[in-house]
């Protein structure tokens, strides 16, 4: 039986030209790229290599990029690593007099230049805003900074799963050191602006270094008035209280970097996390862009590898991979986008046309160009995923990253809709294999298990449905479900 693969935004078959790259570093030119010998020095010129590759296509500078094991470190490292950062300064900041050590209290000339002061009487936490449909990767850091020493705001993205520029920019405050908003969703499909919000984190920071070179000036003119117009948080903002470099902009471009420009200077971000396994390379390996002069704190440390931001002897055939892999998928993006947008456009047509109470979630045309996420009402996602995979079609429920969990998609809920409707999302993602053949055999086995699994299922949704009809079906793991004035959670329901 012929599979059909349906699943490219969970994972990529290597391209042979990829794996034809990677060859000779398995065994030929198997050095350690910190080796001062023959084999060592190989290593360094094909890591040296790599590295140039990636940042002459992101418009970057070698020692911007720090190789990973792939898309969840780097954003965990662009999390953690700013905040680590953040929290470092706070600590030099926090010590009263009764309590200091032998060093005594500390004074402005222990701080950086810019460095955020926090911890003072008024207790103002730093401060992140990503949106409530991010990566998990990105999203849990965020959900334990929240319980710990940070504010982290949560922006809604609105039922066509865009996020509003402007809601950034009232989210923004003194205290806000790192914004994180993905580029091209993982489940949706949805592309966000992230160069508008660039624009909108720069002008912020502008705004903040004005204010700063005002309170220095001895003929005391001011902008404050003007910039607090645009920014009433920063009616209050000083030097004793937060520094000018932040916040700092971070983007998750997993999903993206096969389709999409990837220039870090087009696009305004100061972090950005790029996966080799989306792109037809390995899986375990990846990347963190970070501008120079933004300040993070190592999450693994040793020998000091990556510029000392990351430790680790080098996957040298793995690095060497990602760099051939984003070369070829930045190289052909166009002619790939150009080729996948008609079959896009005509597997949501059909589905729609052939199956009824189909939702299509997200923006109709502002999405990836391979990807499809429909709710399929009043059926499991799980069990035609499994009837499906009998049929020789391999596709997902929400994101791969999260299928051993219960839990109906966060990014579908995140979008305002029902329970039912994020349990029964379906996400169909294609690649370069795919052809309209392909497509034509899933329709002649889609609409027949649906009318099957409709037949046997007790679930009845409204299509206008704004709530759920049968809550306690739906609280999966770690989930609480509030409706009709009750709280169901899972230990409560298995007792």
Request: glycine share 6%; net charge negative.
């Given at each position: 039986?012929?599979?059909?693969?349906?699943?490219?935004?969970?994972?990529?078959?290597?391209?042979?030209?990829?794996?034809?790259?990677?060859?000779?570093?398995?065994?030929?030119?198997?050095?350690?790229?910190?080796?001062?010998?023959?084999?060592?020095?190989?290593?360094?010129?094909?890591?040296?290599?790599?590295?140039?590759?990636?940042?002459?296509?992101?418009?970057?500078?070698?020692?911007?990029?720090?190789?990973?094991?792939?898309?969840?470190?780097?954003?965990?490292?662009?999390?953690?690593?700013?905040?680590?950062?953040?929290?470092?300064?706070?600590?030099?900041?926090?010590?009263?007099?009764?309590?200091?050590?032998?060093?005594?209290?500390?004074?402005?000339?222990?701080?950086?230049?810019?460095?955020?002061?926090?911890?003072?009487?008024?207790?103002?936490?730093?401060?992140?805003?990503?949106?409530?449909?991010?990566?998990?990767?990105?999203?849990?850091?965020?959900?334990?900074?929240?319980?710990?020493?940070?504010?982290?705001?949560?922006?809604?993205?609105?039922?066509?799963?865009?996020?509003?520029?402007?809601?950034?920019?009232?989210?923004?405050?003194?205290?806000?050191?790192?914004?994180?908003?993905?580029?091209?969703?993982?489940?949706?499909?949805?592309?966000?602006?992230?160069?508008?919000?660039?624009?909108?984190?720069?002008d912020f920071r502008m705004a903040k270094e004005q204010i700063l070179k005002d309170l220095a000036s001895p003929t005391g003119v001011s902008t404050r008035n003007f910039s607090a117009e645009k920014y009433p948080c920063l009616s209050k903002f000083d030097t004793e209280t937060f520094g000018k470099q932040y916040p700092y902009f971070h983007t998750d471009a997993c999903q993206a970097a096969g389709y999409l420009d990837l220039n870090v200077n087009n696009l305004g971000v100061d972090l950005m996390t790029v996966n080799a396994s989306k792109i037809y390379g390995p899986k375990g390996v990846g990347f963190l862009y970070k501008r120079s002069g933004v300040k993070i704190k190592p999450q693994i440390i040793g020998g000091g590898q990556e510029m000392r931001m990351r430790s680790g002897t080098e996957n040298i055939p793995l690095i060497?991979?990602?760099?051939?892999?984003?070369?070829?998928?930045?190289?052909?993006?166009?002619?790939?986008?150009?080729?996948?947008?008609?079959?896009?456009?005509?597997?949501?047509?059909?589905?729609?046309?052939?199956?009824?109470?189909?939702?299509?979630?997200?923006?109709?045309?502002?999405?990836?160009?391979?990807?499809?996420?429909?709710?399929?009402?009043?059926?499991?996602?799980?069990?035609?995923?499994?009837?499906?995979?009998?049929?020789?079609?391999?596709?997902?429920?929400?994101?791969?990253?999260?299928?051993?969990?219960?839990?109906?998609?966060?990014?579908?809920?995140?979008?305002?809709?029902?329970?039912?409707?994020?349990?029964?999302?379906?996400?169909?993602?294609?690649?370069?294999?795919?052809?309209?053949?392909?497509?034509?055999?899933?329709?002649?086995?889609?609409?027949?298990?649906?009318?099957?699994?409709?037949?046997?299922?007790?679930?009845?949704?409204?299509?206008?449905?704004?709530?759920?009809?049968?809550?306690?079906?739906?609280?999966?793991?770690?989930?609480?479900?509030?409706?009709?004035?009750?709280?169901?959670?899972?230990?409560?329901?298995?007792?």
């Open positions: 039986m012929k599979r059909i693969y349906l699943d490219y935004a969970a994972t990529t078959p290597v391209d042979p030209r990829v794996a034809k790259a990677m060859e000779p570093f398995w065994n030929e030119n198997f050095g350690n790229a910190g080796g001062l010998y023959e084999e060592g020095r190989r290593a360094k010129e094909a890591l040296t290599k790599s590295r140039e590759t990636i940042t002459k296509l992101i418009g970057a500078k070698p020692d911007e990029i720090i190789f990973t094991s792939g898309g969840t470190e780097s954003d965990n490292l662009a999390v953690f690593g700013v905040a680590n950062a953040a929290l470092q300064v706070v600590a030099r900041a926090v010590v009263s007099p009764s309590s200091k050590s032998d060093f005594g209290t500390p004074k402005k000339s222990d701080f950086f230049p810019g460095d955020l002061v926090v911890g003072q009487p008024s207790g103002v936490k730093p401060h992140i805003i990503i949106t409530k449909f991010e990566h998990h990767a990105v999203l849990t850091p965020c959900e334990q900074l929240a319980k710990e020493d940070f504010d982290v705001t949560f922006l809604d993205v609105g039922e066509n799963g865009i996020v509003d520029p402007e809601d950034v920019r009232k989210a923004l405050r003194p205290e806000t050191v790192l914004v994180s908003i993905m580029y091209a969703n993982n489940e949706i499909g949805t592309i966000q602006p992230i160069a508008e919000v660039g624009k909108v984190v720069k060497v991979g990602l760099a051939k892999a984003f070369e070829l998928a930045q190289a052909e993006k166009d002619s790939e986008t150009a080729r996948l947008v008609p079959l896009r456009d005509y597997f949501i047509s059909e589905v729609m046309k052939r199956i009824p109470k189909v939702v299509l979630n997200g923006h109709t045309t502002k999405r990836l160009p391979n990807n499809i996420n429909v709710s399929i009402l009043d059926i499991e996602g799980e069990a035609l995923v499994l009837y499906l995979d009998s049929k020789g079609i391999s596709f997902s429920t929400g994101s791969a990253c999260t299928s051993e969990s219960l839990d109906p998609s966060h990014v579908i809920l995140a979008l305002g809709k029902p329970y039912e409707f994020a349990h029964s999302s379906m996400r169909f993602t294609l690649g370069r294999s795919t052809t309209k053949t392909d497509i034509d055999y899933v329709m002649g086995e889609l609409p027949k298990t649906v009318e099957w699994l409709r037949i046997v299922s007790p679930i009845s949704v409204d299509m206008n449905a704004s709530g759920m009809s049968h809550p306690e079906a739906f609280a999966g793991e770690n989930l609480r479900v509030k409706a009709k004035s009750k709280s169901y959670k899972p230990d409560v329901l298995l007792k």
